[in-house]
């Protein structure tokens, strides 16, 4: 079988819910553990300005923490961007593999 017998599209759905997801099931594990470690990081350091009020002592941080009207773009703009750039990377991978298969430049369009 060849490396493209597994399909590409279940790894655009997987790692827009959750970065690096995609490159796990596509076998790029170091990559996955990488874009992963980076949407956490832009998760907990970037937007702990929404958060930085949920930890007042006077009301419950499950309460706090899930009002929105609070959240700003620039809170979550940091791990959008993670989420779009990691499935950017995963479109050159198949983009990459596919030009690999095919290195005539003969493209199939199925006719």
Known sequence: MSELSRPFWPAYPLSAFVAGLGHWYLGQWKRGVIWFGIYVLALAFLSARTLSGAFDL???????ALQFEA?????????????????????????????????????????
């Open 58 to 64: 006077s009301e419950p941080f499950v309460v706090s």
């Open 71 to 111: 959240v700003s773009f620039a809170d979550v703009a940091v791990p959008l961007a993670v989420l779009v750039c990691c499935l950017l990377d995963i479109y050159l991978i198949g983009l990459a593999k596919r030009t690999a298969v095919e290195p005539d430049g003969s493209a199939s369009n199925g006719s």
